[in-house]
């Protein structure tokens, strides 16, 4: 168990001062049951879900500037939502440092989107908690940009890569994007970087080919400003 909690801050980006938090954060009710004395993580994610909602709409209100307010509403709601924070957990290596009781062990726990998602929350508020608000936001964008990135829309509904597409072709211009690969298996990044002709225009990470592209879209209507509006 001490690797895999080693192993998740490594992948986290972040080491705690303070190491209760971290158990707590790690600690279901199933496992506080079996351990008297112990406290689980419900705290702690009741306060983690408020810190991913802020930083969350803290980068969406800084990097969506055309977004109005139903549409900001709709990305977070996307991004700070189970399935998108169990697969965050997945990355993270919370399910092999999660601490449950035997009966959640035996009923397949360590795979619960309910239980991941939940932990993720805390761990955020554990954060929070031990290093500050900005520390915790700055972990929340690192993990969760991409995600926001794809999931955010243009008026009319069109993403990033669909309206670049549209720009560009408009113009007598083909789009292009090569993708890069790194990581270990279990924890792949990819990075996109799109042309338009043979000049760069824009680059982005994720942890999917689609996921990058999107971002890499994204920078480059950042980088065209005004020129970049459909």
Known sequence: MADAVAELERRLGYAFDDRRLLELALSHRSYVAEHPGTASYERL????????????????YDTRPEATEGQMAKVRAAVVSEPTLAELATRLGIPEAVRLGRGEEMTGGREKPSILSDV???IFGA???D??????AELVVGHLAPVVDERATAPGGRDYKTRLQEL??????EPRYEVEVSGPEHARRFRS???AGEEPIGEGEGTSKKRAQQAAAADAFARMGDRGRA
Not at 47 to 60: E, I, K
Not at 168 to 173: C, N, P, T
């Open 193 to 195: 970087v799109v042309y």
């Open 168 to 173: 560009l072709v408009a113009r007598g211009i």
């Open 127 to 129: 954060v929070f908690l």
């Open 120 to 122: 993720v929350e805390a």
């Open 131 to 136: 290093a500050g608000y900005d520390r915790a």
């Open 45 to 60: 994610e009741f306060l983690g879900d408020a810190v991913l909602q802020l930083a969350v709409t803290r980068y969406l």
